[in-house]
């Protein structure tokens, strides 16, 4: 087992930071608590691996000024000399976006590496990659701990080891793979993109989407939000999880039949205690009498787009048909002669829909046009007509 170095300090990070932004490359990997037993999302553990040592940098003593004492580090993570090898990165590159402003540059995802293999048609996890490519299993049993807990037991500490301990192998065995197939180019073009990934997530009417989740109808949503937004605040005052202040399947039900009276409220199953004291629990009973106004229209850039075949009629619809059957057929062969696997990874339902509207110049990466170019060429068939925007033809 690498040694492992526990750091809880400013003075501690910035020296481990200052030999991390000397190397070639870092392992990295994030533990966070994403609304599990806190409100809201918070780091809790930084593990980095510098090819011969583990480092477990703890952000909860920096508190409250986190982001000067993580400083140091971040500027690392920023440094385009440093890659970064991560194993399915979306979720901490958003993270550190998100609550700090930090875009990583240089990343290196062993998930995208394994994905570009076109083995399984499924993200595969860190686990069952370190199994498939080195041969033994690792300890998964932390991975829904308390990592906000301090102090962090042994186990929690080899948990979070593990998971940047065997990156450097991993990759390495990996882009071999990739380089005999002649696919490293396209797991380099799609590692990246990653560095453009933003957290973005719209905040204006955050109940619409659990709202369409559990099935709500539009007479019952006025309510619905009311009550999401009532179960936020007091999750945020109790420092919660929204669940543990009233479960998603109790908010759908109390939208539909809202509670009338003080003793409804006494004997309401599933709602927290605070929902039945002053203020909140007045709140709540004042909601099934309220003249709640419509949610309304949604501004034009926040609307999810309906699918081309519902927008387009004419001439235009005839050439977005044209575009989706080529498309198809594309796909279809580059499936009989590579396999399905392969044909979903460079042209899933979701891109064909895509490279319809936008043109595959757009949508596509470099890799994927001259893939399909070669399939297209083998097979008597002409990409031009997909370079552009549909609405340019």
Known sequence: MSPIHYLTTAPQIADAAAHFATLPRIGIDLEFDDNR?????????????????VYLIDPLPLEPDMAAGLAPLFAVLRDAAVAKVFHSCKSDILLLDELFGVTCRTIVDTSVQFTLLALEDNNISLGR????ELGFEVDKGEQKSNWLKRPLTEAQKEYAANDVLYLFELTDRLIVRLQEQGRAQWAYEENEALEAVRYGRDET????????KFKVQPADLPMFRELYNLRDRVARQLDRPSYMVLSNDRLAELAREPIQSAGE??????????????????ELL?????????????????????????????PVAARAEARETLLTTLKNHLAAGQGAVLANTVLSNRLIGDVVEQ??????????????????????????????????G
């Open 286 to 314: 004042a909601l099934a009498s309220a003249d709640l106004a419509p949610d309304g229209p949604l501004p034009p850039d926040q609307r999810r787009p309906q699918p081309f075949r519902r927008r387009f009629g004419g």
């Open 359 to 392: 043109g595959s110049r757009a949508a596509l990466r470099p890799w994927q046009r001259a893939l399909l170019a070669e399939v297209a060429g083998q097979n008597g068939l002409e990409m031009s007509s997909l370079e552009e925007p549909l609405n340019a």
């Open 37 to 53: 037993y806190r409100y809201g999302r918070h780091l809790a553990l930084i593990q980095v691996f510098d090819g011969t040592a």
């Open 129 to 132: 990659l370190i199994q498939s």
């Open 205 to 212: 009417r955050p109940h619409l989407r659990l709202a369409g």
């Open 265 to 282: 409220l006494r004997q309401a199953g599933g709602l927290h205690p605070e929902l039945r004291r002053a203020p909140y629990a007045d």
